[in-house]
């Protein structure tokens, strides 16, 4: 037997693949298509570990089964390279960000190369090349120079938004649009622009000189660096996602995603139909407080009104006695991010203004309040309390001695408020209307009918989801094609583009809110008195719309064909992490929207089915200790953890064996040298630690290098087991205590197939019938495997159907080959290089998928049905030779059972050859 030398043949193939350009994608329209695609990767510094290839070698197996059932398979990959990590690298080392940048993407594909991908990799992309963010900057410009008609529910160019007004429609100035100056016009016309620019407060935080989003900001520190951030108000770049709204909530019947995914997109967007009423304000005749309710059936229970601390209205208002503590704590609010604003519900804060406002049914004068629990970007950054019927408005009237006036009939609300949706209102009449004995449902259209018909309010349908900040001041980004003269905005045509970045010597923010591009004087004051925008985009702006950039990269007259766009259309497969189901993925669906309504695609959904894989965590192990006593204990020990102190020990001081050897503790104590003189306490001679599963991060000395790995075992054993660990969508701890038994899987396979002199043994004699039915019944099995990315029960089937073939001494080729063909999509190497050795001289990867001969699949099966605790709740199909070695993954892991055995153990596992399968389970 000749040894299954991986290394020597990954490294042949690798090679011989990148030299004949074995996975270049061209559009032959004869054929049908199928693009997959993966989630690009930032390239950071620290290169991939075990947990990113998980979706990647998900797409690629199923991209390559896709190529091999006849499909024209467009899989290609690139890099989401501007950002915040690769500038914040050059402020502390000098080095530009771009050759970082390309060193880590260079790192990045040697890597993926390793694993045996197949990408096209003349389709690359990077978002920082300035072939590539010309036509970011193209695509902002479209955005820019269009609006959203309410008329035709679409974008249009601004050309025609500009007739309506030459034509009379009104505008905010109330004269004639001839007669407004050219600053006026471009101010009415912001108002609509999809891409726009206004003054909002943001998360600044001036250590790191750029703006945060709400999830970068902890404790009122940014996550980066912990920096003091605060609430200030600023200009920025808009895009106008809210006119979308309606049509993103509608997409999402339209596509294939997961429902919890389509769940938290709904909640983003977080559609609500109510009323905006008007609340005169007491001793200020022409101001008013217009607030947003989604039930205006609770008005009679107002007592009184809060203002978010950034509403324009709110210091006007103050009395003089009440300014200073009123500005003291707006300017404590400018420390809070929405995130812990919103977050906080047992000790709500606030400040009374000293001013009142008048109930507009009942003319009763209600005190005005400002708190941080009211969010200026949500209605109208102005609440009607009603703590009879909200939990945050209890909570402040009780703390703030305010009256809780209770307008629902039979129920008690001084301990806390009524939420529900249902019940009948009373309490609730005036001279002008009353809403006793109504429902909630006719409450509210009472009250909106009578607000509508007082001109003091109206219907309102609004949105929780606010326009998306599209500014970055930092220099690694794409510079906006705008720039000004006498306050007035002009845009770069495309003949134009791309504006690149200048070389900068300093990186490093300016300290007063502006880019550092704003000190290139050189690059910003340009002829004629104009200066550039010196903001660059967000770091999605590139990702928004690169899987379009994709199907047809080398494009210098336009993103991408219309006969190409038409040809590939949808990704048909798109695979990444959960962390994105929000942001990224709105983005996405609104510039892919965009671009229809405009007339460049054909399509108005970027993905048709989406897939979040779940995490590869890495392992960390705790113990616990007392600093009076100088001890540490060992987890099995019976001892109270709860006025004891924990350390994380790193990864390379625990044994295989997960325990505290003696040698393990002392350079554990010479790294840490404060439990120099400590006891570790054991149990039985062994010092076991509490144990958890994390993301994998340098910072906790969890990562684990795929490098490493293949090194030890090869790609193919690597890519079978990230698939054996699970199914793609769950969370699972990496260790490869089971990596062994895919490694003699493929070992075994080499052996049979392989004799010592390194020559093909299968041969041309027949087939056996039970050979025959064993690979038909396994062709089926994988097939439908993966058409469901049930991908780890095909690890299984390999070994089950490789198992029996041993036992039937088939020594066929006619049957090897079929095996080796579909097992090709998992393990492309060792498969190549069987069938190389068969004396093939095309690609395994040009051939088709085999054939299922259906006079095969008869009689040698079994539907077992597999019950719970008694309880019949799937049926599966298995060979009726099967042994339960061979069963019982495949019944842990299907969907259906899992659902009823999750979170529970299972006491027995039941089996009854020809029979049943029962699980008892706790």
């Not at 509608?250 to 997109?265: I, N, P, R, W």
């Not at 704590?329 to 009374?352: A, H, M, P, Q, W």
């Not at 998928?849 to 539907?863: Q, S």
Request: with cysteine; hydrophobic share 35%.
């Amino acid at each position: 037997m000749s040894e299954y030398n991986f290394s020597e043949i990954e490294k042949k193939w690798s090679e011989h693949w990148q030299c004949h350009s074995q996975y270049a994608v061209s559009e032959e329209l004869s054929k049908p298509k199928y693009y997959v695609l993966d989630m690009f990767p930032y390239p950071s510094g620290a290169g991939l570990h075990v947990g990113h290839p998980l979706g990647y070698i998900a797409s690629d197996i199923f991209a390559r089964y896709k190529r091999l059932k006849g499909f024209n398979v467009l899989h290609p990959m690139g890099f989401d390279a501007f950002g915040l990590p690769a500038e914040q690298y050059a402020i502390e080392t000098g080095k530009h960000p771009a050759e970082t940048t390309n060193n880590n993407i260079e790192r990045y594909k040697s890597q993926l190369k390793n694993i045996g991908f197949c990408y096209d990799w003349s389709r690359e992309i990077k978002t920082c090349d300035p072939k590539y963010y010309k036509w970011t900057q193209w695509f902002f410009l479209k955005l820019y120079n269009s609006w959203y008609s309410d008329d035709t529910n679409k974008a249009e160019p601004i050309e025609s938004l500009i007739l309506q007004f030459e034509k009379g429609k009104k505008n905010s100035y109330e004269k004639p649009w001839n007669e407004l100056t050219e600053l006026e016009k471009q101010n009415e016309i912001s108002k609509y622009r999809l891409a726009y620019k206004s003054e909002s407060y943001i998360n600044w935080c001036q250590a790191l000189g750029t703006v945060l989003a709400n999830d970068e900001v902890v404790n009122g520190l940014s996550e980066r660096g912990g920096h003091l951030v605060e609430r200030k108000l600023m200009s920025q770049w808009f895009l106008r996602i809210t006119k979308y709204a309606d049509r993103l909530l509608q997409g999402l019947e339209t596509v294939d995603f997961a429902e919890s995914l389509k769940e938290m997109q709904r909640n983003w967007i977080g559609r609500s139909e109510g009323a905006e009423i008007d609340f005169k304000i007491d001793l200020l005749q022409d101001d008013i407080i217009k607030v947003y309710t989604t039930r205006p059936d609770t008005i009679f229970g107002v007592s009184f009104m809060v203002l978010a601390p950034e509403h324009a209205i709110a210091e006007k208002i103050t009395i003089p006695q009440k300014s200073k503590e009123v500005a003291d704590y707006i300017n404590y609010c400018k420390t809070r991010s929405e995130l812990e604003r919103k977050s906080e519900i047992k000790d709500i804060s606030g400040v009374f203004t000293g001013a009142y406002c008048i109930h507009p049914f009942s003319n009763k004068k209600l005190p005005v309040y400002i708190s941080e629990y009211v969010l200026t970007g949500y209605g109208t950054g102005a609440i009607m309390a009603v703590p009879c019927g909200d939990s945050r408005d209890h909570t402040f009237a009780k703390k703030f001695g305010i009256e809780i006036i209770n307008i629902f009939e039979n129920t008690d609300v001084s301990f806390q408020a009524y939420e529900e949706k249902s019940g009948i209102i009373t309490n609730s009449k005036s001279e002008i209307i009353s809403l006793n004995g109504l429902n909630i449902n006719d409450a509210k259209n009472k009250v909106i009918c009578e607000v509508e018909k007082r001109g003091i309010g109206c219907r309102k349908i609004n949105f929780r989801m606010r326009d998306a900040g599209f500014s970055r001041q930092r220099y690694w980004g794409e510079p906006f094609p705008i720039y000004y003269k006498n306050g007035l905005e002009y845009a770069y045509s495309l003949e134009d583009l791309p504006i690149t970045l200048p070389q900068v010597n300093s990186y490093k923010p300016t300290g007063d809110g502006k880019s550092p591009l704003s000190a290139i004087e050189n690059w910003v004051n340009l002829p004629g008195g104009f200066e550039r925008e010196t903001d660059t985009m967000p770091g999605y702006a590139g990702s928004s719309w690169y899987y379009l950039r994709y199907l047809d990269p080398h494009n210098e007259s336009e993103f991408c064909s219309k006969k190409n766009s038409d040809y590939w259309n949808q990704v048909d497969l798109y695979i990444g992490g959960a962390e994105h189901a929000v942001g990224h993925l709105l983005y996405s669906r609104m510039w892919c929207k965009v671009m229809f309504d405009l007339g460049y695609i054909s399509f108005d959904e970027p993905f048709k089915k989406l897939v979040n894989q779940g995490m590869i965590g890495g392992e960390v192990f705790y113990f616990y200790y007392n600093q009076e006593k100088r001890e540490a204990y060992s987890n099995n020990l019976p001892i109270d953890k709860s006025n004891l102190l924990q350390f994380k020990v790193p990864n390379e001081y625990v044994s295989d064996e997960e325990t505290f050897e003696e040698n393990g503790i002392t350079s554990f104590c010479n790294e840490f040298i404060q439990f120099k003189d400590f006891k570790f306490l054991k149990s039985n001679n062994t010092f076991t630690f509490e144990k958890a599963i994390t993301k994998m991060s340098k910072r906790l000395r969890n990562v684990v290098n795929p490098d490493e790995i293949i090194a030890k075992y090869g790609a193919d054993t690597f890519r079978m087991y990230e698939m054996f660990l699970g199914p793609i969508e769950m969370d699972k701890p990496w260790n490869t205590k089971g990596i062994d038994g895919v490694s003699r899987f493929l070992k075994r396979l080499w052996s049979y197939c392989i004799d010592e002199n390194g020559k093909y043994i299968p041969d041309e004699s027949k087939p056996c019938e039970e050979s025959l039915k064993t690979i038909n019944r396994t062709i089926k099995k994988i097939s439908d495997d993966i058409e469901k990315l049930s991908l780890n029960t095909c690890i299984s089937n390999f070994m089950i159907c490789f198992n029996e073939l041993q036992s039937q001494k088939c020594k066929s080729t006619e049957i090897f080959e079929k095996y080796f063909i579909i097992l090709s999509p998992f393990a492309p190497f060792i498969a190549q290089e069987f069938w190389h050795k068969a004396g093939k001289q095309d690609s395994v990867f040009n051939c088709e998928y085999p054939e299922i001969d259906e006079k095969y699949l008869l009689d040698d099966t079994f539907n077992y049905p597999v019950s719970v605790n008694g309880k019949t709740r799937t049926l599966i199909q298995f060979h009726k030779n099967a042994i339960q070695a061979d069963i019982e993954p495949i019944v842990l892991s299907d969907e259906k059972i899992k659902k009823w055995v999750d979170g529970k153990s299972i006491k027995k596992f039941i089996f009854v050859k020809g029979r049943i399968i029962n699980l008892v389970i706790e």
